[in-house]
């Protein structure tokens, strides 16, 4: 038995299900079929390549590393395929690309530029509130492509085989009630909001929570955080003066809710890209790039209270 295309393809669709069961549908095939041909290919390459127990399958060691390198290989044999199906003049099949967003306004310019650059990309998208999620994702070739952001001391390095690169570092402003008396200020002290009940997303990540955490801290003071809350609810809260929030510059904000800077620009946060070495997305990367900064800015300049803020400071040096 010699190493086919297709044998690479069963072993990438059963990392990404998790599931003998699974990736036989997806498959086309069995499951009893699947785990035969699965056991062939292990004795093929000489070891186990998944871990198998009630909570589904999972790589072993080897299993990862044969992986990384199925998953480098099988973009280069489609290339191939539709390169040539192009040549003699015949249709070729749609390249899949699932984009990951995290809640950010990064997600629409992405998908637009990605469709504009491979227009006959099948795209499909996910939306991730929680961030954490989307670097593994992408390693397990779960995902073509991803937005994703991190925060000063709290850089994220991509996994093996992913890429990152940044797109816009800004600073991170403050939701509060219109009829909030510090709603009149052009910008607020952080410190100003010792004494408030804080509205934190339920879901955010470690490196959300502890760059506030850290800066609160250095205002002098312990955040007080009341709600634990998705966006729906904790915009209601905010208009109704119950908290105040966190908000990206981009907001444009809610009725009843005033957005401000805060002095010193203390709260900061860094928009990324990401994407699998080897996949689809890469060859396009460096002009999706360009093209989503190009969107970001454009956007900052039509958001009034981020526009106000840039013309006084300037936009903020990248992190890492």
Known sequence: MELEVRHLRVICAVAEHGSISRAAVALGMSQPALTAQLRRIERMFGGRLFDRDRGGTRPTSFGAWVLVRARSLLPAFDELRRDGMRYIGQSCPRPAIRVGCMVSHLGISAITRLGELIP???????TEEAMDLLPGLLESGRLELATLGDYPGHEILPPTGVTYVSVATEPIFVGLASSHPLARSDEIELRDLAGEDWGLHALAEA????HF??????AGFTPRIAYAADLSLAVGLISSGRCVGMFQALSTGHPGITIRPLAGTPLRFRHLL???EHGPVAP??????????????AKARRTPV??????LHGPLPSLG
């Open 120 to 126: 006959d990309a099948e795209i499909t998208a996910r």
């Open 207 to 210: 490196g959300h929570r502890e």
């Open 213 to 218: 955490w850290t800066a609160c801290a250095e």
């Open 274 to 276: 990401g994407w699998p």
């Open 284 to 297: 396009y990367a460096s002009d999706l790039a360009a093209g989503v900064r190009a969107d970001y800015w």
């Open 306 to 311: 981020y526009a106000a803020w840039l013309a």
